[in-house]
Antibody, heavy 126, light 108 residues
Framework: QVQLQQWGAGLLKPSETLSLTCAVS????????WTWIRQTPGEGLEWIGE???????NYNPSLKSRLTISVDTSKKQFSLKLNSVTAADTAVYYC????????????????????WGQGTLVTVSS | EIVLTQSPATLSLSPGDRATLSCRAS??????LAWYQQKPGQAPRLLIY???NRATGIPARFSGSGSGADFTLTISSLEPEDFAVYYC??????????FGQGTRLEIK
């Protein structure tokens, strides 16, 4: 059974960098997209971005300027960094595995998400 | 941008009842629709993908149907553990993912 275990700092001050890591066990790391999604009571579920095991990325346009997603295939881990956080970035952050690859205009992406991490509450407050 | 509208917002039923949850898209999404279940303090769990395919390990009482713009998640006979929030989700392309606002299934 695929398991995703995530960790990172839960309390940040405005302008700091959010940093989370997700480790994958129990299944193949290759051939999949590895994704970050966040959830707030007000905005619901929001896709942040994803990385293929090969290193190619897709980012949410609204976050792209502040976002870096990286992968370490040797450790079967992937990471999220979001710069210059504000209170609006307060959310529960999830890592997830992308399921079912589609192609549009030559760009691949997963359709949905079949395994998720346990979630990390990140609070941004001065 | 595609908008997914779920109804009802809240559904109050009893164990053993049949539950029918709706997800309507603002334009056709073909069969590219997924359903998730989320319990308090837990991550979402994939139930259905491509509108009607059960994900690995999902009980047969969960079924999905529909295509185009109208989709339904049916739980044939509610178990106590099925009371949760349910979301539908569609991905248009590599930049656009939409989630519905959720239907809360509560015990009557």
């Amino acid at each position: 059974q695929v398991q995703l275990q995530q960790w990172g700092a839960g309390l940040l001050k405005p302008s700091e960098t959010l940093s989370l890591t997700c480790a994958v066990s129990g299944g193949s790391f290759s051939g999949y997209y590895w994704t970050w999604i966040r959830q707030t009571p007000g905005e619901g579920l929001e896709w942040i971005g994803e990385i293929h095991h090969s290193g190619s990325t897709n980012y949410n346009p609204s976050l792209k300027s502040r976002l870096t997603i990286s992968v370490d295939t040797s450790k079967k881990q992937f990471s999220l960094k979001l710069n210059s956080v504000t209170a609006a970035d307060t959310a529960v952050y999830y890592c997830a595995r992308g399921n079912g690859i589609r192609f549009t205009n030559g760009v691949s992406f997963p359709k949905d998400f079949d395994f998720w991490g346990q979630g990390t509450l990140v609070t941004v407050s001065s | 941008e595609i908008v997914l509208t779920q109804s009802p917002a809240t559904l109050s039923l009893s164990p053993g009842d049949r539950a029918t949850l709706s997800c309507r898209a603002s334009q056709s999404v073909g069969s590219y629709l997924a359903w998730y279940q989320q319990k308090p303090g837990q991550a979402p769990r994939l139930l259905i993908y491509d509108a009607s395919n059960r994900a690995t390990g999902i009980p047969a009482r969960f079924s999905g149907s529909g295509s185009g713009a109208d989709f339904t998640l049916t739980i044939s006979s509610l178990e106590p553990e099925d009371f949760a929030v349910y979301y539908c989700q569609h991905r248009s392309n590599w930049l656009l993912i939409t989630f519905g606002q959720g239907t809360r299934l509560e015990i009557k």
